[in-house]
């Protein structure tokens, strides 16, 4: 099997590798797949909480090389936008994007829902969040 | 834990690369890129198999089977030689040696042949989980056509337990078929008790010794074989060739044919001799007789110091296998935390195999890394190394240098990797895929 040249390069040099602080309520983090599968992925995001915008994101993948470039794909696309915008990504264009031969749908599948965990994560956070006492004066 | 790790500059992926000379730093020996350590999947000719065969094809071109001109009596010859050649290696005479077109043609033989022969003492045939699909897959067709099928198990290192098979004889029982040593694992069975076993109950033993033959000594008469599947690229001979040894005294083995057209091979197996072939598989064989103390002895070494290097480089590495009941040249690791693609991917300048799902057609791990019990985790983080002939010391160094880095790198990217480090059970996590 040969692999795409961006699936090729995402390998090679993956984009936003690491680790955010879970407890943090700013961060929203997503674990999809199982080790049996042969699939993990973990999907994290910083949000904005004015604006509501992704400032930042990291993974970690347990899974193959397509596998890794879908979610590493993934960590770059939702950089910079709203929790909304972020939401329509689709799969298939994680497809398009890197070429992925039809037996690796499924990596891209992964990575999709990897974002709407995280995203599921942090509007939990958000939800549950103590209203902060205002100062009387 | 001290990681002596010698870093290499990144290899590009996917380009095509004509035989590249990398310098290896630890012992400056150099060494050429690729690298081939997938013995287990096929070998090279040997370039004396070559040189014998070529004749063949050239002005000994006869059919082994025109017995009135000098054309067919040299093909003959060949033929008559390389039977004697393979007979010697497993201490067989000639006669019971047929030549087929490979070691898959060779099982259906065997296991089909005994079917419809023996067919009115009995329908029971037994075999294991952990064969070859050349067996597996002749024994689903025969339980089609009304035979039953036992699959034993294997334990937890991949050997088939001797009660079980006992167990599971009974007056029906026509046949055993039980390979000698695992394609993926390397784990040899323990064939001359199985046979001993075989013999006292009256039951045919078959086993398909494809990876075993020409890595490890023997004798059809001391392991108390009946049949043996022999595949000729698995021994640094031509694809496309192979043998079958069938007994034919205490007892005499009858087979019912597989193809009908002329009767040769004593009616067992009708067709033209694949002369060039044949010779080559008998030039692989003498070549096995005479070189296989030293190369298997050479094998291990070799397979040992990979081993060795690999799990004092990196913790959480595990062998799938029993590593004392094992063919000399094997080694079946998996890397916790790590995808066997992924592996793959990253030592694209080696030639190696992986159990993982990923790796596979269906998308189903490793049946036989399933069979003993190895976590599919595990099973997807596997890797086959199935050293050869041709590897050198530098290569096995070169190799165990390139994995460990390759799996550091990725354990950094794992987050099963990083669970673990942080104490997580990863067994007691509820994941989201399952």
Same mark, same amino acid.
């Given at each position: 099997?040969?692999?795409?040249?961006?699936?090729?390069?995402?390998?090679?040099?993956?984009?936003?590798?690491?680790?955010?602080?879970?407890?943090?309520?700013?961060?929203?983090?997503?674990?999809?797949?199982?080790?049996?599968?042969?699939?993990?992925?973990?999907?994290?995001?910083?949000?904005?909480?004015?604006?509501?915008?992704?400032?930042?994101?990291?993974?970690?993948?347990?899974?193959?090389?397509?596998?890794?470039?879908?979610?590493?794909?993934?960590?770059?696309?939702?950089?910079?936008?709203?929790?909304?915008?972020?939401?329509?990504?689709?799969?298939?264009?994680?497809?398009?994007?890197?070429?992925?031969?039809?037996?690796?749908?499924?990596?891209?599948?992964?990575?999709?829902?990897?974002?709407?965990?995280?995203?599921?994560?942090?509007?939990?956070?958000?939800?549950?969040?103590?209203?902060?006492?205002?100062?009387?004066? | 834990?001290?990681?002596?790790?010698?870093?290499?500059?990144?290899?590009?992926?996917?380009?095509?690369?004509?035989?590249?000379?990398?310098?290896?730093?630890?012992?400056?020996?150099?060494?050429?890129?690729?690298?081939?350590?997938?013995?287990?999947?096929?070998?090279?000719?040997?370039?004396?198999?070559?040189?014998?065969?070529?004749?063949?094809?050239?002005?000994?071109?006869?059919?082994?089977?025109?017995?009135?001109?000098?054309?067919?009596?040299?093909?003959?010859?060949?033929?008559?030689?390389?039977?004697?050649?393979?007979?010697?290696?497993?201490?067989?005479?000639?006669?019971?040696?047929?030549?087929?077109?490979?070691?898959?043609?060779?099982?259906?033989?065997?296991?089909?042949?005994?079917?419809?022969?023996?067919?009115?003492?009995?329908?029971?045939?037994?075999?294991?989980?952990?064969?070859?699909?050349?067996?597996?897959?002749?024994?689903?067709?025969?339980?089609?056509?009304?035979?039953?099928?036992?699959?034993?198990? @294997? #334990?937890?290192?991949? +050997?088939? =337990?001797?009660?079980?098979?006992? /167990?599971? *004889?009974?007056?029906? !029982?026509?046949? %055993?078929?039980?390979?000698?040593?695992?394609?993926?694992?390397?784990?040899?069975?323990?064939?001359?008790?199985?046979?001993?076993?075989?013999?006292?109950?009256?039951?045919?033993?078959?086993?398909?010794?494809?990876?075993?033959?020409?890595?490890?000594?023997?004798?059809?008469?001391?392991?108390?074989?009946?049949?043996?599947?022999?595949?000729?690229?698995?021994?640094?001979?031509?694809?496309?060739?192979?043998?079958?040894?069938?007994?034919?005294?205490?007892?005499? @083995? #009858?087979?019912?044919? +597989?193809? =009908?057209?002329?009767?040769?091979? /004593?009616? *067992?197996?009708?067709? !033209?001799?694949? %002369?060039?072939?044949?010779?080559?598989?008998?030039?692989?064989?003498?070549?096995?007789?005479?070189?296989?103390?030293?190369?298997?002895?050479?094998?291990?070494?070799?397979?040992?110091?990979?081993?060795?290097?690999?799990?004092?480089?990196?913790?959480?590495?595990?062998?799938?296998?029993?590593?004392?009941?094992?063919?000399?040249?094997?080694?079946?690791?998996?890397?916790?935390?790590?995808?066997?693609?992924?592996?793959?991917?990253?030592?694209?300048?080696?030639? @190696?195999?992986?159990?993982?799902?990923?790796?596979?057609?269906?998308?189903?791990?490793?049946?036989?890394?399933?069979?003993?019990?190895?976590?599919?985790?595990?099973?997807?983080?596997?890797?086959?190394?199935?050293?050869?002939?041709?590897?050198?010391?530098?290569?096995?160094?070169?190799?165990?240098?390139?994995?460990?880095?390759?799996?550091?790198?990725?354990?950094?990217?794992?987050?099963?990797?990083?669970?673990?480090?942080?104490?997580?059970?990863?067994?007691?996590?509820?994941?989201?895929?399952?």
């Amino acid at each position: 099997m040969s692999y795409s040249e961006k699936v090729i390069d995402h390998y090679n040099n993956p984009r936003n590798v690491g680790s955010m602080d879970k407890q943090s309520s700013d961060v929203g983090t997503g674990l999809v797949g199982a080790p049996e599968c042969g699939d993990v992925m973990k999907l994290q995001i910083k949000v904005n909480p004015e604006t509501n915008v992704i400032e930042d994101a990291k993974f970690k993948t347990f899974g193959c090389g397509s596998a890794i470039a879908s979610s590493s794909l993934a960590t770059e696309w939702v950089k910079g936008k709203t929790i909304a915008e972020a939401l329509t990504i689709k799969n298939t264009e994680i497809v398009k994007e890197l070429a992925l031969p039809p037996v690796k749908i499924h990596c891209s599948v992964l990575a999709e829902d990897a974002i709407r965990a995280a995203i599921g994560d942090w509007k939990k956070k958000q939800a549950s969040a103590v209203p902060v006492a205002v100062e009387a004066k | 834990m001290s990681t002596q790790v010698t870093t290499f500059p990144p290899v590009e992926i996917g380009v095509q690369t004509d035989a590249q000379t990398k310098t290896q730093p630890t012992n400056g020996h150099a060494v050429t890129l690729p690298i081939y350590m997938d013995n287990h999947a096929t070998t090279p000719v040997d370039p004396r198999v070559l040189e014998e065969m070529l004749p063949y094809f050239t002005n000994k071109f006869g059919n082994a089977a025109s017995r009135n001109h000098s054309f067919g009596w040299a093909g003959e010859e060949a033929i008559e030689t390389a039977r004697e050649r393979i007979a010697k290696l497993i201490g067989a005479t000639p006669k019971e040696i047929i030549f087929t077109s490979g070691a898959t043609e060779s099982d259906n033989l065997a296991i089909k042949g005994v079917a419809e022969m023996y067919r009115e003492k009995g329908n029971h045939i037994i075999t294991a989980v952990t064969e070859h699909k050349a067996v597996l897959d002749t024994c689903k067709r025969l339980e089609k056509y009304g035979f039953r099928v036992t699959y034993l198990p @294997v #334990q937890k290192d991949g +050997l088939v =337990d001797l009660d079980d098979l006992k /167990r599971a *004889m009974d007056e029906k !029982t026509i046949l %055993v078929t039980i390979m000698a040593a695992n394609n993926e694992i390397g784990v040899v069975q323990p064939i001359a008790e199985i046979g001993k076993l075989c013999h006292e109950k009256g039951v045919i033993f078959h086993t398909d010794a494809t990876q075993y033959v020409g890595k490890v000594p023997m004798d059809v008469i001391k392991q108390n074989l009946d049949l043996v599947s022999i595949s000729g690229h698995k021994m640094y001979g031509p694809k496309g060739v192979g043998a079958l040894y069938v007994r034919r005294k205490n007892p005499r @083995v #009858q087979l019912s044919p +597989l193809i =009908d057209g002329g009767g040769h091979e /004593r009616g *067992m197996r009708s067709g !033209t001799l694949n %002369v060039p072939g044949i010779a080559g598989l008998g030039k692989a064989c003498a070549i096995c007789s005479e070189e296989m103390p030293q190369e298997s002895c050479r094998m291990a070494g070799l397979r040992n110091r990979l081993r060795d290097k690999i799990m004092s480089s990196l913790d959480e590495v595990y062998i799938n296998g029993s590593m004392e009941h094992r063919l000399p040249n094997n080694l079946n690791i998996s890397f916790a935390y790590v995808e066997g693609e992924s592996l793959l991917m990253g030592i694209n300048d080696i030639a @190696v195999s992986s159990g993982s799902a990923c790796t596979s057609a269906t998308l189903e791990p490793s049946y036989v890394l399933k069979a003993l019990g190895t976590g599919d985790d595990l099973a997807h983080s596997s890797i086959r190394f199935g050293l050869g002939r041709f590897n050198t010391e530098a290569e096995v160094d070169y190799v165990a240098a390139r994995v460990t880095e390759t799996v550091q790198r990725l354990r950094e990217l794992s987050p099963l990797y990083e669970m673990a480090k942080e104490g997580i059970d990863l067994k007691s996590v509820k994941w989201a895929g399952e």
